[in-house]
């Protein structure tokens, strides 16, 4: 079991950066594969990016491409994305989840989920 927890979040400019973490509860954070995804009002969930369980690989969605990074820190039970260049239509929830296995974009692949954690991008 995992209790995934997300803070970070608040009301920036365009053009602004924000550092949302996760942090994970519960045994062998190393050997789960951490997603990101948002959700704006009216709309799907969407996919952020993930990494891997050793942070050794990432993979993005387009839109965020080149201004988001995802990174971990396994020592501290915590994966973080930092997210440049923001837009207002980077506007949503945002939400880290786990799985024990294999990175994938698939939502429904996910086991635990965070609360998540308010953006809002101002232009």
């Known amino acids: 079991q995992v209790q995934l927890v997300e803070s970070g979040g608040g009301l920036v400019q365009a053009g602004g950066s924000l550092r949302l973490s996760c942090a994970a509860s519960g045994r062998a954070f190393s050997g789960y594969t951490m997603v990101w995804y948002r959700q704006a009002p009216g709309k799907e969930r969407m996919f952020v990016g993930y990494i891997s369980r050793n942070g050794g690989s990432t993979y993005y969605a387009d839109s965020v491409k080149g201004r988001f990074t995802i990174s971990r820190d396994n020592a501290k039970n915590t994966v973080y994305l930092q997210m440049n260049s923001l837009k207002p239509e980077d506007t949503a929830v945002y939400y880290c989840?786990?799985?024990?296995?294999?990175?994938?974009?698939?939502?429904?692949?996910?086991?635990?989920w965070g609360q998540g954690t308010q953006v809002t991008v101002s232009s």
């Open positions: 989840a786990a799985r024990p296995g294999v990175a994938t974009t698939r939502a429904e692949s996910y086991d635990y």
